[in-house]
């Protein structure tokens, strides 16, 4: 067959140094720094996780995106790694320590008013349900942070709390610790 001189006979890659390049929020950049570590997985492998780190950050904003070009490298070369995969890619940006979290759907926002419905027992034993105005913080993976308005070791209703109504009398089905 004869091969005009723009066509391509073949490629040529190596996967031993397989980097990605991920597009950071303008508002996140002050908080990206070199050698950073990023958790990295693949619909192709569901529920792995492959460790990266930030190894280049682009001096440049990228003014119609406001994003800025951030690469990383895996930590340990994995074959099952391809050129071109589509990845979803979490940087840490912030750490907190010794923080009130509870599942997002446990929120529960009315007429201006974010609060989660505590269980509480009365003097005939029986659960009921009281009402408490929280402050919400970050949200990531389901998880959100409570900034006020809960104590550590509060039962927090995880399902079913739209229906419910200050003093409603609920039973505890299942407890599940650290929510």
């Known amino acids: 067959t004869m091969v005009a001189p723009s066509l391509s006979l073949g490629k040529v ?5 397989l980097e990605i390049t991920i597009s950071v ?16 997985n693949f619909d192709a ?3 792995e996780i492959f460790m990266a780190k930030v190894t280049k950050v682009s001096p440049v904003l990228d003014t119609l995106t406001r994003t800025m070009n951030v690469t990383l490298e895996f930590e340990s070369t994995d074959k099952r ?8 890619v979490k940087l ?3 750490e907190k320590q010794d923080v009130s979290v509870i599942p997002v759907t446990a929120l529960v926002s ?3 008013e974010d609060f989660v419905y505590t269980v509480k027992e009365n003097e005939s034993g029986e659960n009921y349900v009281e009402k408490r105005l929280v402050q919400p913080g970050i949200k990531v993976d389901g998880i959100m942070e409570i900034k006020g308005g ?4 509060e039962i927090v209703v995880t399902k079913g709390q739209t229906l419910l109504n200050e003093g409603d ?3 505890v089905v299942s407890l599940q610790d650290g929510e």
């Open 110 to 112: 009315r007429n201006g």
């Open 150 to 153: 809960l104590s550590l070791g």
């Open 92 to 94: 840490i940006t912030e």
């Open 81 to 88: 790694i391809k050129a071109g995969m589509y990845a979803n």
């Open 45 to 47: 492998y569901p529920g």
């Open 25 to 40: 929020a303008e508002r996140y950049i002050s908080r990206v720094a070199l050698n950073q570590k990023a958790y990295v």
């Open 13 to 17: 890659s190596s996967i031993s140094d």
């Open 169 to 171: 009398l609920v039973n």
